[in-house]
């Protein structure tokens, strides 16, 4: 019996991977036929872009039309860039930054021109929320009224505290006062 519960829980596993394979394809699919369809209106304003130019260029034609065309252009390529990005994510790769190929997100290195790839940079930890103080920064501990490490008071309104501890410009050394002792 033990036996057929097994097969049939690597059956039932074998099944939803691939239906989750199959939803992945269908999405990669669908972002295809949506970037195909972008680079198209894309490559129709780049040939409206070129007799919009060739047009200024004979002496006739508008300025303004031009540029309200490269905003049209910015903007589609925005666009394009955009869903092969998701593209890319459905299909768990990512784009080499020097060349633009395409790798797996496990590679190290780049197939294409073999630059050491970027690590995927870890999660920044959760910021705990409070009150810091206007002075320095200092976070506010038990409620206090006055910042141990600086002085300024917390609830003071939001207004340029001078600092209170002097700082010496980068590379110098803040003047200190040596007791007369210390010169003998």
Do not use: H, W
């Not at 894309?42 to 919009?52: I, S, V």
């Not at 925005?78 to 998701?86: S, T």
């Not at 020097?98 to 021109?113: D, I, L, N």
């Not at 705990?128 to 008071?153: F, L």
Request: glycine share 8%.
């Amino acid at each position: 019996m033990d036996f057929f519960n097994e097969f049939s829980k690597k059956v039932s596993s074998v099944a939803r991977s691939v239906t989750e394979k199959s939803k992945e394809s269908a999405e990669v699919t669908r972002l295809n036929a949506q970037l195909r369809d972008a680079r198209e209106q894309l490559e129709g304003l780049y040939a409206r872009y070129g007799k919009l130019c060739y047009a200024l260029r004979a002496g006739g034609g508008s300025r303004e039309a031009v540029e309200q065309l490269e905003v049209r252009i910015r903007a589609a390529q925005l666009e394009v860039d955009e869903i092969a990005d998701k593209r890319d994510a459905a299909r768990e790769m990512k784009r080499c930054a020097s060349c633009g190929a395409v790798y797996p997100k496990e590679a190290r290195f780049c197939s294409a021109c073999g630059k050491r790839l970027p690590e995927d940079a870890p999660k920044p930890e959760p910021v705990e929320m409070g009150e810091y103080c206007p002075g320095c920064g200092a976070k506010r501990e038990n409620g206090e009224a006055i910042c141990p490490v600086c002085g300024a008071a917390f609830d003071a309104p939001d207004e340029k505290k001078p600092d209170p501890v002097p700082r010496s410009a980068p590379g110098e050394a803040p003047d200190v006062e040596e007791p007369d002792e210390a010169l003998d």
